[in-house]
């Protein structure tokens, strides 16, 4: 059979494929700790369950409106004036089936064959394949050497003829950094200058640990508010990664290009899905908190025991739920080595640097529990030390 270019220019997401690897190692009866999947261990709030039984009961079991339902999209509209301040109309927000489907909507309606996209690395990997697929190149600004924030000079470096847009993700997958007003105020006056779109993937944005605090790129520069597509979602903060509802809040054209692209690809997210974010948006706020104060504490153990061990060096995460030790000073500093050698000795599933244009790397996710945690850690540091 032969298959397209396109297709075989897609790598898998090497997340899923070491959690399925770790799943696989674990059904043979071996003791594997993964710290590799992107999913919080919580169950999905109650507000969500009641509300999603409910719709059941009611027969919401038909096709929606392609954008989700207006109730929804209203209530969307609601949680970004309360949290932000931000005047959003329900036309200008569409749901799907997570915020996955909605970057690639983004890429399918803004990239045109050839165009570039400003990566900031080390990067969440389904980024840069989503660029592929729409037929793009990625153009990467490295930020390791630069306390991962990006510095001017290096994002004007990176704009050619070709750029047409910028990926921001703020907390960061997979390094925890949140980016602060006058980095953002920064990256919105060299868009504005080259006349660039910008995507803000703030699917992260209810786990931010203090001092830290997380900033919406339209709080910081309100000006580019029409060339600024918003990405959140139910997954991380409301523990509802298989529910599969995302929702995207941009210009009016733009959600109508994504909507259109909707029509043809999933017609619209499970109908009983959007009325269970709708019950986590209206009434899980105590539910986010609890988890936020859970995965801070579990964020201190992992950060503290990981600098327990030789070799590794370690920045605190400020948000989302990973920890990214560099591991370039270590016996083995081939993250990819690294990780098989750890999941084979050791029975420790992490995901190499590689995978997110930062070799000599590891992303260890602390959204499981305090136990998997210390026993992981404990795991990794008798490997270090045997090294
Ligand atoms: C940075 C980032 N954006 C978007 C997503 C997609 O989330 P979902 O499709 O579950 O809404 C993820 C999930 O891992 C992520 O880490």
Known sequence: MNFSKRIMNIKPSATLSISDKAKAMKAEGKPVLSFSAGEPDFKSPEAANTAAIEAIRRGESHYTPTSGIAELRSEVCRYYKERFGLD???????????????????????????????????????????????????????????????????????????????????????????????????????????DLWIIFDEIYERLAYEPAKHVNILNAAPEVKDRVLLINGASKAYAMTGWRIGYALGPKELMAKINTLQTHLTSNPCSIAQWAALGALRGAEDDVEMMRREFAKRRSVMVEMLRDMPYIRVKEPEGAFYVFPDIRNCPIPDDMEFCARLLESKYVAAVPGTAFFAPGFLRFSYACSMETIKEGMTRMKEFMESL
């Open 88 to 194: 959003y109309a329900p036309n200008q927000v569409t749901v799907a089936p997570g915020a996955k489907p909605l970057l690639y909507e983004a890429l399918q309606a803004l990239a045109d064959e050839g165009d570039e996209v400003i990566l900031f690395a080390p990067a969440w990997v389904s980024y840069v394949e989503q660029i592929h697929m729409a037929g793009g190149k990625e153009k990467v600004v490295d930020t390791i050497s630069t306390d991962l924030l990006p510095l001017r000079e290096k994002l004007e470096e990176a704009i050619g003829k070709k750029t047409a847009g910028i990926i921001i993700n703020s907390p960061s997958n997979p390094t925890g950094a949140i980016y602060p007003a006058e980095t953002l105020r920064m990256i919105a006056d060299v868009a504005k200058e080259h």
